[in-house]
Nanobody, 125 residues
Framework: VQLQASGGGLVQAGGSLRLSCAAS????????MGWFRQAPGKEREFIGT????????YYTDSVKGRFTLSRDNAKNTVYLQMNSLKPEDTAVYYC???????????????????WGQGTQVTVSS
């Protein structure tokens, strides 16, 4: 199983980035995918999750209206489009996969089965 996050970088406040997470080694469409982030000195924070069939998505309040999740099950890839970025969005961003078919959204990191390695996003003011 592998989750490979990419697309991070340095961007000015107000700018945009699109993160990608390519999955392999499991049946991607049967897993909800989530994104989390962790800033230096802070706890890991849930950002959002998208269901396996992409019908449902859910976001934490701080990113609603700015971040959008999407996925391409044919490419085993989930995307996080981040617009109107703020300095407080600076963090390492992680994608994760959750197999729970009964509960959505799952916002607790410990409930996720697989994790990617993280990609750094830095927003300058």
């Amino acid at each position: 199983v592998q989750l490979q996050a990419s697309g991070g970088g340095l961007v000015q406040a107000g700018g945009s980035l699109r993160l990608s997470c390519a999955a392999s080694g499991f049946t991607f469409s049967r897993y909800a995918m989530g994104w989390f982030r962790q800033a230096p000195g802070k706890e890991r924070e849930f950002i959002g999750t998208i269901s396996g069939n992409a019908v449902k998505s859910y976001y934490t309040d701080s990113v609603k209206g700015r971040f959008t999740l999407s996925r391409d099950n044919a490419k085993n890839t989930v995307y996080l489009q981040m617009n109107s970025l703020k300095p407080e969005d600076t963090a390492v961003y992680y994608c994760a996969a959750n197999r729970d078919l009964l509960k959505f959204p799952v916002t607790t990191g410990s409930a996720y089965d697989y994790w990617g390695q993280g990609t750094q996003v830095t927003v300058s003011s």
